[in-house]
């Protein structure tokens, strides 16, 4: 049975989704739309998009993004703050990263990656 990693990010505004291969890393699939303050309705939606695109498949979900947590603890989906997420995801793809700036739908935030603890 395939193994998928689900990534959920519920923002201010809209909701992405990634879907990588467990073993890979590799992105099988993304999509990005606007939920229309409908956060919780978004994320089912996502989700069932994925279900009917990888039918009999082992998937670990988790939710990130300024919307997200109420929506993960109602689900019982893990939650992790987004600057965490952010903070892994630089540390994994670059060898050298400096300063990283995200600007949202909601706030901006600056992540300084050259003080950050080694990944394990």
């Given at each position: 049975m395939k193994k998928l990693l689900i990534g959920i990010d519920v923002g201010s505004t809209t909701t992405k989704i990634t879907v990588l291969d467990a073993g890979t890393e590799t992105l099988l699939y993304s999509d990005y739309r606007r939920h229309h303050a409908d956060q919780l309705a978004s994320v089912l939606f996502a989700i069932r998009e994925a279900a009917e695109r990888f039918p009999d498949c082992d998937a670990r979900i988790i939710l990130t993004?300024?919307?997200?947590?109420?929506?993960?603890?109602?689900?019982?989906?893990?939650?992790?703050?987004?600057?965490?997420?952010?903070?892994?995801?630089?540390?994994?793809?670059?060898?050298?990263?400096?300063?990283?700036?995200?600007?949202?739908?909601?706030?901006?935030?600056?992540?300084?990656?050259?003080?950050?603890?080694?990944?394990?």
């Amino acid at each position: 049975m395939k193994k998928l990693l689900i990534g959920i990010d519920v923002g201010s505004t809209t909701t992405k989704i990634t879907v990588l291969d467990a073993g890979t890393e590799t992105l099988l699939y993304s999509d990005y739309r606007r939920h229309h303050a409908d956060q919780l309705a978004s994320v089912l939606f996502a989700i069932r998009e994925a279900a009917e695109r990888f039918p009999d498949c082992d998937a670990r979900i988790i939710l990130t993004g300024s919307g997200a947590k109420p929506v993960a603890e109602a689900a019982g989906t893990p939650y992790i703050q987004e600057v965490v997420t952010n903070s892994i995801a630089l540390k994994k793809t670059y060898e050298t990263v400096g300063t990283a700036i995200e600007l949202g739908g909601q706030d901006a935030k600056i992540i300084f990656c050259d003080i950050l603890p080694p990944l394990s």
